[in-house]
């Protein structure tokens, strides 16, 4: 698995004293172009406890490991303004946790809008683990907004390993959460009294079924159930519990993946995990994405869609199938591609996508999906032959795979091993890119 590794400069530690939070921001895109500092809002949040407390959780979910734990992890969050809100984002170090924090009730200024890294530092955490009360909480993200700058005006700098499966994962939830649906909506006391009853047990894997306006525990799936396989990593929902006004469950309808989200509903703000479908098992190697990525026309679609969000609240379909001429499953294909490099995530509460930018560069987009790499390697090699009934062959190193191109099915082993409920193997793949080649050859 290759690394990169991501430098962070903050002009000055993030602080919280005399309810004046102020992040420090690092690197990041705006409407007005590149920034090192970026500045994006200076106002109140009116609820400051349970935003505290949001965004520490979030901050937890950047620290931890759920799968083989270890120290080492430092990743910093991720904040987007899009001029009505604030997201904080995090993905665990294992890659099968993912959270967010959708900060709604905004007064203030907003100054500019996008996407930046903030420094959570341990002395902040332990300053937003005491804010209480019912007061408002002044915020500013952006440097001009320390409520107390360095003394010495030293920059803090930290370098981190960056996996690829970070970004992969990043990439692969947020095309299965668009898949997702509400299965279940239980308000303030039953969430509180379902959630207090998971299995402490980290690894421990269970069932949450609809039993009339409540959840009930199930040791396997029943009707309109969602799974959660490693009940310990929704811990980070517990400390937000006293100010829960609702909890909502999402997961596929279809029961095609035992992953699924997990969403509070706070005074003014909503938190959210999605989990992925096994403990050891991160959201990276879903391949959900690679049907999307096979296309020609991806890349290029990607180019115009890209030139056309301005990070609002929400990306609408229509609207942006209307403005680039595109038919709209191109448009949800070139949405994959820029979530490939951080660009769009999808919100489950309100069913639409949402501009964000991470700093990564397209052309990583191959190294990321080898699987796609290798498929595109076996057409060029001409090892696919297609055949009548929508079948085909490919021809590799470990034997003849025989493929049903539609159905998606293959002999090879990766396919026997998860019947497509890891995206498509490489055969595939290759032939349905060969596949496309042929019909646009006869065109």
Not at 180 to 197: H, I, K, M, N
Not at 247 to 276: F, I, K, Q
Request: charge should be neutral; glycine fraction near 12%.
């Amino acid at each position: 698995m290759t690394s990169a590794v991501q430098a962070y400069t903050y002009a000055g530690p993030s602080v919280l004293t005399d309810g004046r939070l102020g992040l420090s921001t690092s690197g990041g895109t705006a409407l007005s172009g590149p920034a090192a500092h970026p500045r994006f809002f200076s106002g109140l949040l009116t609820h400051a406890a349970p935003a505290a407390a949001g965004l520490l959780a979030v901050a937890d979910v950047a620290l931890a490991r759920y799968h083989q734990p270890r120290p080492g992890w430092t990743r910093d969050p991720v904040v987007t303004c899009d001029g009505g809100r604030l997201r904080f984002e995090s993905f665990s170090a294992c890659g099968g946790v993912y959270a967010r924090l959708d900060v709604l009730a905004l007064d203030g200024d907003v100054l500019d809008r996008g996407t930046t890294n903030v420094d959570v530092n341990g002395p902040l955490r332990e300053a937003l683990a005491r804010v209480g009360g019912r007061d408002p909480l002044h915020v500013g993200v952006g440097p001009d907004e320390l409520a107390v700058t360095t003394l010495d005006g030293a920059v803090v700098e930290k370098k981190v390993p960056l996996p690829t499966r970070w970004l992969r994962g990043f990439a692969e939830v947020q095309v299965m959460a668009a898949g997702w649906d509400l299965r279940a909506e239980l308000a303030g006391p039953q969430a509180v009294r379902f959630l207090r009853s998971l299995p402490k047990g980290a690894r421990s894997t269970v069932w949450a079924v609809p039993a009339g306006r409540d959840l009930r525990l199930s040791s396997g799936p029943g009707r309109g159930g969602v799974c959660l396989s490693g009940a310990g990593r929704v811990a980070t929902l517990l400390p937000l519990l006293r100010f829960a006004k609702a909890l909502r469950v999402y997961g596929p309808a279809d029961g095609s993946s035992t992953a699924g989200a997990w969403e509070l509903e706070l005074p003014g703000m909503r938190y959210t995990l999605a989990v992925s479908p096994e403990p050891w098992r991160g959201f990276s190697g879903e391949g959900q994405v690679l049907d999307a990525l096979a296309t020609d026309e991806a890349a290029a679609d990607a180019d115009l869609v890209g030139m056309l969000l301005n990070f609002e609240p929400t990306v609408e379909l229509g609207l942006l199938a209307e403005r680039s001429g595109l038919p709209v499953e191109r448009v949800r294909a070139a949405l994959t591609q820029l979530g490939t490099s951080g660009r769009v995530g999808y919100d489950l509460h309100e069913a639409a996508h949402f501009h964000r930018e991470l700093p990564y560069d397209k052309d990583q987009v191959a190294e990321l999906n080898p699987r796609l790499t290798a498929a595109r390697k076996l057409v060029e090699a001409g090892a696919v032959r297609l055949l009548p009934d929508d079948h085909a062959e490919v021809t590799t190193d470990g034997g003849l795979r025989r493929v049903r191109v539609g159905e998606g099915t293959c002999n090879c082993p990766w396919w026997f091993d998860h019947r497509g409920s890891r995206g498509p193997c490489k055969h595939v793949l290759s032939a349905r890119i060969a596949a496309r080649t042929a019909v646009e050859a006869a065109l």
